[in-house]
C-alpha cells in the first residue's frame, strides 16, 4: 500500500508540473503583452503616430510573444485630435491548448484607454 501512495504522490506532482509548464508560459506571454499595450496607448496618446502604425506595432510585439492574435482583431481608436484627445486599444484573443483528454480555451483581452488629462 506505501508503494501505491508514493506512486500516486509522484504521477500527481508529474501532472501539476506538465499544467504548469503548459499554462505558465501563455500567461506570462499575456501579461507581456498587456503591459505593451498599456504602454503603448499611453506613449502614443500624445504623439501624432497613426492608428495603423500602432497596430502594426503591437501586432509585430504579438508575434514576437507568440500571441495568436489576427491583425483584424486588433483595433486601435483615436478620439479628439492627434497628440489631445484619448486612444483606445483592443485586443481580445483566445489560446488552445490540448492537454489530454481535456482542450482548454484560454480567454484574454490585452485592452485598454488612456485619456490626456483636459
Known amino acids: 500500500m506505501g508503494t501505491f501512495k508514493l506512486i500516486l504522490g509522484f504521477l500527481i506532482i508529474a501532472t501539476f508540473v506538465y499544467v504548469g ?10 501579461y507581456e503583452f ?4 498599456k504602454t ?4 502614443q496618446t ?4 497613426t492608428e495603423a502604425a500602432i497596430q502594426d ?6 508575434m514576437d510573444l507568440g500571441i495568436p492574435i489576427a491583425k483584424d482583431h486588433l483595433r486601435v481608436h483615436r478620439t479628439g485630435n492627434q497628440g489631445n ?4 486599444v483592443e485586443a481580445p ?10 482542450p482548454l480555451a484560454l480567454h484574454f483581452d490585452a485592452s485598454t484607454t488612456n485619456m490626456t488629462p483636459q
Request: hydrophobic share 40%; no cysteine; proline share 5%.
Open 21 to 30: 509548464a503548459e499554462i505558465l508560459p501563455i500567461y506570462y506571454a499575456n
Open 34 to 37: 498587456t503591459e505593451a499595450v
Open 40 to 43: 503603448e496607448a499611453t506613449m
Open 46 to 49: 500624445y504623439t501624432i503616430k
Open 57 to 62: 506595432t503591437l501586432y509585430k510585439k504579438a
Open 85 to 88: 484627445g484619448s486612444l483606445s
Open 93 to 102: 484573443y483566445v489560446v488552445n491548448v490540448n492537454f489530454p483528454g481535456y
